[in-house]
């Protein structure tokens, strides 16, 4: 049974700084590449970050120089740290793993992060 779980997230004001956990279960983690995915009220999922399976990263514009995506293949841990976040950075963040020769995808649950004075 795969298991993508996050953790992390919270009520933070703005210009602070929160650390998303993604643990996996069930898959082989080194396999996949990892992402983190965001939504607010009323608008879609969109995409905030990626990492590959070598370690290769890519950010959403909005994020660039604040966020950091990163991974621990002996954890099966990915992480996001995200640094002077702003009110437009609340959203429930999901984790992703996803494995495109074999189209292989799963979400975890979903963290709420709420960035408000």
């Known amino acids: 049974q795969v298991q993508l779980v996050e953790s992390g997230g919270g009520l933070v004001q703005p210009g602070g700084s929160l650390r998303l956990s993604c643990a996996a279960s069930?898959?082989?983690?080194?396999?996949?590449?990892m992402g983190w995915y965001r939504q607010a009220p009323g608008k879609q999922r969109e995409l905030v970050a990626t990492?590959?399976?070598?370690?290769?990263?890519m950010y959403v514009d909005s994020v660039k120089g604040r966020f950091t995506i990163s991974r621990d293949n002996a954890k099966n841990t990915a992480y996001l740290q995200m640094n002077s976040l702003k009110p437009e950075d609340t959203a429930v963040y999901y984790c992703?793993?996803?494995?495109?020769?074999?189209?292989?995808?799963?979400w975890g649950q979903g963290t709420q992060v709420t960035v408000s004075s």
């Open positions: 990492i590959t399976r070598g370690g290769v990263t």
């Open positions: 992703n793993a996803d494995q495109s020769l074999t189209m292989r995808n799963y």
């Open positions: 069930g898959i082989i983690f080194s396999g996949y590449a």
